[in-house]
């Protein structure tokens, strides 16, 4: 058994679970799932498989492209992101989504289910990224796609942050890889089997109306982990300086953080 993987996983999913509440109202999100939806250029009718689908910022906008002849199921590690997206799938009437809680490592699924798989910034995390990656192409059919999103470079006007972090000790690495190089997604996909490796890069300008908003964005990220990891007076502290930082970024409309972004198409000969 790897006990560092089974331990990180079993992080991931607390840390998740406990942000499952406030994940949906990440406003970036729902804006690149679609993109990621377009770019898959889902045809009515197919079955599609979101993996780590949160809440559903890539399922929704799938189930609407599949319609009610096809079918978009998600599975997420979290069972409090399932819970959420479930209670939603339920309220909106959705007869062609479904969401399961369910580690992507070991799909449940037959041979050849699906025409789609769809992964929304969640690849880093996987501890045995080879292994989810053939069970991608065992569970695609004959000429399936994969597309997926990861992030790319950060903005460096930020890069601040991160120093802060560490040198607070806040920092708890949930991921298991770096995914932001193009040679690299290339590479990993090509040694999957995978063919037709296409890779899309989109940037987009995310702005906080104040430093709240931004706030509650990392507390519903998976950074999420190491904030937790401090005492009440020493986070307030760090969100203290944190928020005084932040005035040099300060614009006339609120705080711009310049998102990167990567699509990667492939297709399961």
Known sequence: MDTEASAKKQALQGVFDRAAS???GIRYFPALGQWLVDMAQIPSGAQVLDVACGRGAVLFPAAQQVGPL???IGIDLSDGMVQETGAVI???????AKVYQMDAESLQFPDASFDHILCGFSLQFFPHLEQTLSEFQRILKSKGQVAITTWGEEDSHWSWYDDLRIAYQAVLKLGSQSLDK???LFARFSRAGFV???????EMDMIYANEDEWWTMQWSISGRAGLERLEPRRLEQFKAEVFDRMQALRQADGFHDRLQAHCTLAIKP
Do not use: C, F, P, S
Request: proline fraction near 0%; aromatic fraction near 4%; glycine fraction near 14%.
């Open 196 to 202: 037709n490796i296409q890779i899309i890069t989109k």
């Open 70 to 72: 096809g079918q978009a």
């Open 182 to 184: 193009r040679e690299d």
């Open 22 to 24: 406030t994940y949906g």
């Open 90 to 96: 339920h309220q909106l009437g959705l007869t062609q």
